[in-house]
């Protein structure tokens, strides 16, 4: 796009006075400004831009031309308009703003990989690891090299119509810098990953709540939105960097939610394949569905190894307990189980639940109603983008479930000493029989933990069913490289993250406001 609006400027004639013509060389200067400011965006360094020793070859290349160039048109600025003030007031020309856009829309880059990034420039996300890739480096110092390449034709077009012979030259430096830039650049990269064309900002872990006011074909890209705070919600609690640290109750919601979430695109699946003439097509879609169900049934199997156990930290699940006698209440030894606020991880899962029951029922499903008659397939397609549009939003649930499970084992760890159990299967001999509760047994979190394996298992049959029906359908999913080099991080990561038993200080965190199903802890209508 960037590029795209320079040629536009380059191929426009400038028939402009010699003090809008010095401010529209302080735009393009702009421009070279954000490529300088975008080169070297390597995790944990201190600050966005790398130091000498980190900047590939390509990179110190395009740094030290594009500082050659920037001086040049200093220089004719200078010579064009002498009495203005570097950085002075824009024209309202349209090559301006256009030139303008393009300057922000860099900026607008290098935010986007800065949204991976926290304030000590650790990664936030597994996506942030791939910016260290020499081959992801090399892509972004390409790219950057086109940028330069158009901002040489727009200072060509500037030097036409130019009367000031000082200026003349400063423009021909300035563009054979450029040039240059371009030409050394796309020669330094010599391989490139082509998935970063997918990488997108990292959302923060806020839930945004589903209504029966939002527009039906905009379902898909919300829910996407929603695969990407989960994904960051799985990564910070992988590293327990998040501020609120996920508990066994949030785990066990996030189970049932993402059991009862796979059920529905599956049964979404199904349902649109009815209405897909390509036999081909077709019989992928029923397959995936297939594998969404099997993905359904292990989350399910992770949520029932949670139903004996209880987090004293976060008690909101928990087997029915008998309730208080009169004896307990008059002595004051009744108490209540706290109900402390649920994860936003558990929030964004029930949210994207909801788009999935509305997609297929209509904007008025709840998660409290039964399942009814199903929306029309074509209504479906329609609001999707057809079957590889649907195929390709279901990866992107499959794709991110697979980073919740890999975190559960870590999240799990961290709150064993304080889980306990009421299964009489692992209640020690020595321990008195009055008492309902005891510590949690190791075999019990083995369990859990080969429980969250099979997740991963399942939800990685899901993808690749679900890629493969996208792409017969017509649907190329680029985001499935970046998430297979993600996933790949994830997993050399698990050998060396620590499972930190300390709990921290409770922190006062602003209450949003959270669905009555999720404040009990339990889905309307579950029964145990």
């Known amino acids: 796009m960037s590029v795209a609006r ?23 200067d702009g421009v070279l400004l954000q490529v300088q400011k975008g080169l070297g965006p390597r995790a944990y360094t201190p600050t966005p831009t790398s130091e000498e020793r980190d ?7 395009l740094r030290d031309r594009l500082g050659h160039a920037r001086d040049a048109l200093d220089t004719a600025r200078r010579y064009l308009a002498p009495h203005e003030e570097p950085g002075g007031p824009a024209t309202g020309a349209p090559a301006a703003e256009q030139i303008t856009s393009v300057a922000q829309a860099l900026g607008a880059v290098r935010d986007t990989i800065n949204s991976h990034l926290g304030v000590d420039r650790a990664p936030l ?32 077009r500037l030097t036409h119509g130019s009367e000031h ?20 650049a796309r020669r330094a990269t010599h391989e490139v990953d082509p998935a970063l064309e997918s990488f997108s900002a990292a959302l923060p872990v806020v839930p945004v709540q589903a209504s029966a006011a939002d527009p039906s074909n905009m379902i898909t890209a919300r829910l996407a939105e929603d ?3 989960l994904s960051r919600a799985a990564y910070v609690a992988l590293h327990d960097r998040a501020e609120q640290r996920m508990s066994g ?30 036999e081909t097509a077709r019989n992928s879609l029923t397959a995936a569905a297939m594998t969404m169900r099997e993905s359904s049934k292990s989350w399910t199997s992770s949520a029932q190894g949670w139903r004996p156990i209880v987090d004293t930290g976060d008690p909101r699940e928990h087997p029915h307990l008998p309730p208080s006698n009169y004896a307990q209440v008059q002595q004051g030894t009744a108490v209540r189980m706290p109900s402390p606020d649920p994860h936003p991880a558990v929030v964004i899962s029930r949210t994207s639940t909801v ?6 029922f209509g904007p008025q499903w709840t998660p409290k109603q039964p399942p009814g008659q199903a929306r029309p397939a074509a209504d479906i397609l329609a609001d999707a983008g057809g079957a590889g549009g649907l195929a390709a939003a279901a990866y992107r649930l499959s794709a991110t479930g697979w980073q919740m499970a890999a975190a559960a084992p870590w999240v799990l760890r961290r709150a064993e000493a304080g889980l306990v159990t009421s299964a009489a299967d692992f209640r020690p001999r020595d321990l008195d029989r009055t008492r309902r509760f005891y510590p949690v047994h190791p075999r019990q979190v083995e369990t859990l933990v080969g429980a969250y394996a099979a997740v991963m298992g399942a939800e990685q049959k899901s993808a690749a069913a679900l890629l493969t029906a996208a792409r017969n359908a017509g649907t190329p999913v680029p985001r ?10 994830i997993a050399q990561e698990q050998k060396w993250v620590t499972a930190a038993l300390v709990t921290p200080a409770p922190r006062v965190l602003p209450r949003a406001h959270v669905p009555t199903e999720l404040v009990v802890g339990r889905r309307p209508g579950l029964r145990r």
Do not use: K
């Open 125 to 156: 996300t597994p996506y942030a690891y791939l910016l260290r890739n020499h081959r992801a480096v090399d892509y972004l110092a390409r790219r950057y090299s086109e940028v330069a390449w158009a901002s040489s034709q727009v200072v060509l």
């Open 249 to 278: 109750s949030d785990l066990h919601q996030i189970s049932r939610w993402n059991q009862m979430g796979r059920l529905l695109a599956g049964r979404a699946l199904l349902h649109v394949a009815q209405d897909v003439a390509d």
């Open 480 to 489: 499935a490289t970046l998430d297979a080099a993600a996933h790949q991080a």
């Open 165 to 184: 012979p000082g200026a003349v030259e400063a423009f021909e430096r300035a563009r054979e810098s450029l040039d240059h830039a371009a030409v050394y």
């Open 6 to 28: 320079l040629q536009e400027v380059a191929r426009t004639p400038l028939a402009i006075p010699a003090d809008a013509r010095a401010v529209l060389v302080g735009e393009v």
């Open 355 to 360: 788009r999935l029951g509305q997609m297929l």
């Open 227 to 229: 695969c990407e705070r």
């Open 55 to 61: 900047l590939t070859p390509a990179e110190r290349g």
